[in-house]
């Protein structure tokens, strides 16, 4: 049982096929030197923690080994004399890459069930058998298809092979005081038990980044500590909003699934011709959660203080890093994937996409999400903005949003506005026309 993105053992279909398929299963996991580069030390460290839980909720039999897995694998079947594999079904671009490698180079049966999705990427499809490019559409279709109901899998499932020998999984990474949440299979179910007791106001407080109101489940679907089959299983007619955000991910993966390469490119390729700035200085400032705008500062701020931002603040960030400073939407999606633990490809770049205009089913081009507004309109009594942004707590109510009109002046300590909004709308809109025009 080769585990990548499913780190747990519950609800786990590709393990209910390893135990039909033989006594004794070996439970591996390889540290791939490619993904381990691709992460930020956030989502390694968090991996690692995963890695650990599983390893304890598995009596240490979890062999772990480092290397290249078209190599790691044929080497692993030839010790253990394996007659399979089984992985749950990896979308992603390099992930089929590199499982039609595995597959070829081992001496046993290699069998995908399952994957970290309600429906596995492109199955939904229109009438013709296309892919759908709008979400609502996609959305209407997924549920029509339906999915399965939880797997019933446990560690008593299979008779776990305890390894000869394993590699050392890593120590965690110095991560500069940030702080993540806890780890593994009983974590995420606690954190999925805690949000349904406590959070019946979803959909109206979801976009609230100053209220407890979202599920913070992210980072246990991106590493598979539940599967979202779970989820779905305990969502009634009335969580129609929280069943449309699980099904964005879906949707995310799907298009990933049939344009691999919108990981790197624009999914609307008329926004080839849009120009980008350099702006080393603005991107700097707005990395570091410095660029005067109170909203864009605090979600920058706790992105590099938890690993996580709040999704509504993730699309303010983003549209003013695009439309406000003019930058090529991937610096930001790059930065997102460097510090954010539920850092998913699919999801990652995508939702970029989304805001920047460049993508499907896109916010048009000319919405430019004014950051002003956005923090009164979210976070209406500053107390977002006050948590993260400890150079603003001494200003009341939503004062905060605007600090430059203070009486006093800007607090000491906190930056100007490095760019004047209004004026980078209209540039935002005067570049927009060079693409309508192009053709």
Known sequence: MWFRRDLRLGDHPALAEAGRAADRVLALYVLDPRLVKASGAPRRTFLYRCLRELDERLDGRLHVVHGDPAEVLPRVVREYGATSVHVSADAGPYGRERDALVE???DAKFVRTGSPYAITPGRVVKGDGTPFKVFTPFYRAWVEHGWRGPAKTSKSTVDWIGPSTKDAIPADEDLGGMTLPAVGEA???????????VRSDYAEHRDRPDLPGTSRMSPYLRWGCVHPRT???????EDEAYRRELAFRDFYADVLWHRPETARENYDRRFDVLPY?????????WRAGKTGFPIVDAGMRQL??????????????????AKDLHLWWRRGAAHFMRYLV????????????????????????????????????????????RKYVPELRGVPGKRVHQPWKLD????????????????????????????????
């Open 408 to 439: 006093g002046g800007v607090p000491p300590g906190y930056p100007l506005p490095i760019v004047d909004h209004a004026e980078e709308r209209l540039e935002a809109l005067r570049r927009y026309d060079i693409v309508k025009n192009s053709g």
């Open 104 to 106: 070829k180079a081992i």
């Open 231 to 237: 989820l779905l299983a305990d969502l009634g007619a």
């Open 304 to 321: 590099l203080a938890e690993g996580w931002m709040h999704n509504r603040v993730r699309m303010i960030v983003a549209s003013f890093l």
């Open 277 to 285: 700035d350099e702006g080393d200085e603005l991107f700097d400032a």
């Open 187 to 197: 974590a995420a179910r606690q954190a999925w038990r805690t949000f349904r007791e």
């Open 342 to 385: 539920d850092g998913d490809l699919a999801s990652n770049q995508h939702g970029w996409q989304w805001t920047a205009g460049t993508g499907t089913d896109a916010s048009p081009y000319f919405r430019v999400f004014n950051p002003i507004t956005q923090g009164e309109k979210f976070d209406p009594d500053g107390d977002y903005v």
